[in-house]
């Protein structure tokens, strides 16, 4: 069972940057489709971004421009970087694995990591 672990929330001002890490357990990370998710207050989680297996990288459209998702293989790592943020990305940000050769969606998640964007 692998184990995903983020990093890199916390208090942010609006307009700020952060990245979020997440660590992956195991081998053969770079195997897997990955992505980042989100859960806004009152709402249900969503997609941020996906990064495939080849590298192919997606971030959903309204965030295009300010959030960029990326992979370091050797580090079995992967990143969101988020920059000019606003109050409306105040989320928990979940990372995930799909599962191997599936589209991302169903798999592992790490348990979350809180980012909240406020003056």
């Known amino acids: 069972q692998v184990q995903l672990v983020e990093s890199g929330g916390g208090l942010v001002q609006p307009g700020g940057s952060l990245r979020l890490s997440c660590v992956a357990s195991g081998s053969l990370f770079a195997v897997y489709n990955m992505a980042w998710y989100r859960q806004r207050p009152g709402n249900e989680r969503e997609l941020v971004a996906e990064?495939?297996?080849?590298?192919?990288?997606k971030v959903v459209d309204s965030l295009k421009g300010r959030f960029k998702i990326s992979r370091d293989t050797a580090k079995q790592t992967l990143y969101l970087q988020m920059n000019n943020l606003t109050p409306n990305d105040t989320a928990v940000y979940y990372c995930h694995r799909a599962r191997f050769q599936q589209p991302v969606g169903v798999g592992s998640w790490g348990q979350g990591i809180q980012v909240t964007v406020s003056s």
């Open positions: 990064i495939s297996s080849g590298g192919v990288e």
